[in-house]
């Protein structure tokens, strides 16, 4: 048995100080200090003789992170990442559930390629770690199949599969869908989420060819944010808004950009609540001022924006309107990053990261930790159906502890991922990391890892 003890315990309700009990991996018990029976309950579990006590007076304890966006490049890319060294990544920035995404080599895109991702993260993989299908202009009626039969003959559940990954804008991976009547039939998939990556292909070829024609080979990075334009999310969140709307869909927005599809979400969320929005940190950290100091290493998909539409992401994940945060997490090798603007890259590395960006944006601006809990991990863990990422009687102990008065500056040399580099490189943070748990067991403790 392990007691954290007195650590403040943040839940999407409340913050509070007390005294969290795990038992055989699970969280058995939470006492509040409050409680006029606090120190007896308590008291009774210190005697016993198995507990061991974690004192966590000033320490925060919050559910470990559901990250449902992440690229971890196994199999074909392993030059770039793997699930060994990137899942080392995830649970050094608090993240203890990762969902990979299936622009791999081979694709994720039939349930022989899933079982075999499936396999590699065994053993390997230090988060638990679920990997989504992706969908092509070919493939729905075998996707609907698999998500509601599974497929017995390659060992995949229906339970297997967190979500249907669908690319209704190309980024790296050339996965394209674009006929109209593939993604009707993908929207109207009932039985899990439909995540959506969201660019208009038409307006950025166009936006493209008119940088080139102006620039020739050598487009300056600061265009990606008008190649890859918001008129280009803009337009293609609206229809991917529409279709949920229309058939009821669990959509996932993913990683939302521009503050038109804050307002949009807003909207749409009236009609159909099933329609979630994910923004990640990158979008709340950086902003169109960064590509002059960093070019490439803030080239992603959909391209980083304005101030004001960093600011605009912000409000809306106090407010709520943004659901949850995928970090997006995106090696590519900094090798790769220094080719011209066609030729580097789109995507960062990130995850490590997560949560001290996100309780370092939280202080900055007056966000309760409530909502960051709820935006790291809870509504995730309601969206995907999991008995984890609450801190909750009965769930599974993945737990975060950290030091909200500890700062520390992000350096390269401490990143877990195999590429070795990071966009936040020099950058100040909060939240520093002391421990954290999955199943009871710790995976960091004293801020390093133990496996
Ligand atoms: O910037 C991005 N990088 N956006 C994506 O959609 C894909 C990702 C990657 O896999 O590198
Ligand atoms: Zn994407
Ligand atoms: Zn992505």
């Known amino acids: 048995m392990i007691i954290l003890h007195k650590a403040t315990i943040v839940t999407g309700e409340k913050e509070a100080v007390g005294s969290i009990i795990i038992e055989e991996g699970r969280i058995s018990d939470i006492l509040y200090a409050d409680a006029d029976d606090y120190d007896f309950r308590v008291g009774k579990y210190i005697e016993d003789a198995d507990a061991e006590v974690w004192q966590l007076e000033g320490k925060h304890v919050m559910a470990g992170g559901i990250d449902a966006h992440v690229h971890f490049r196994e199999p074909g890319l392993t030059h770039k990442a793997d699930m060994a060294t990137e899942s080392r990544a995830a649970v050094s920035g608090g993240v203890t559930t990762v969902f990979d995404m299936p622009n791999t080599n081979p694709p994720t895109i039939t349930a022989g390629a899933l079982k075999e991702k499936m396999q590699l993260a065994e053993g390997r993989s230090v988060a638990k770690t679920g990997f989504h299908i992706g969908a092509t202009n070919s493939n729905a009626d075998s996707i609907c199949n698999l998500i509601v039969n599974g497929d017995e003959g390659c060992g995949v559940k229906a339970e297997d599969i967190p979500g249907v990954k669908v690319f209704m804008g190309s980024s790296t991976g050339n996965m394209l869908v674009d006929q109209k009547n593939s993604l009707e039939r993908l929207f109207q998939i009932s039985e899990k989420p439909i995540l959506v990556h969201c660019e208009d292909e038409q307006t950025i070829k166009e936006n493209l060819a008119a940088a080139q024609e102006k620039y020739g080979d ?234």
């Open 218 to 451: 050598d487009i300056p990075f600061a265009e990606h944010e008008h190649i890859r334009s918001r008129r280009a999310c803009i337009k293609s969140s609206i229809k991917a808004l529409e279709m949920a709307m229309k058939h009821g869909t669990k959509l996932v927005l993913c990683h939302i950009s521009t503050k038109e599809e804050i307002e949009m979400v807003r909207a749409a969320k009236t009609n159909n609540p099933d329609i979630t929005a994910e923004t990640s940190c990158n979008y709340l950290w950086f902003s169109n001022e960064d590509y002059e100091r960093a070019g490439s290493l803030v080239k992603c998909n959909p391209s980083i924006k304005t101030a004001e539409d960093r600011q605009a992401l912000r409000n809306a994940l106090a407010e709520g309107l943004i659901d949850t945060i995928g970090s997006d997490h995106a090696p590519h090798l900094l090798s790769e990053k220094e080719g011209i603007y066609t030729k580097a890259p789109s995507g960062l590395p990130s995850i490590q990261q997560s949560l001290p960006v996100l309780v370092t944006i939280a202080r900055e601006e007056g966000i309760p930790l409530t909502r960051i809990t709820s935006a790291f991990s809870e509504k995730a863990s309601e969206i995907y159906g999991l008995k984890r990422g609450k801190i909750r009687r009965g769930y599974d102990a993945d737990l975060v502890i950290f030091d909200m008065n500890k700062e520390f500056i992000v350096r390269a040399e401490d990143q877990q991922s195999k590429c070795g580099w990071t966009p936040y490189e020099g950058v100040r943070l909060k939240g520093y990391i002391e421990a954290v748990l999955i199943d009871g067991k710790a995976v960091i403790r004293d801020g390093k890892l133990t496996v």
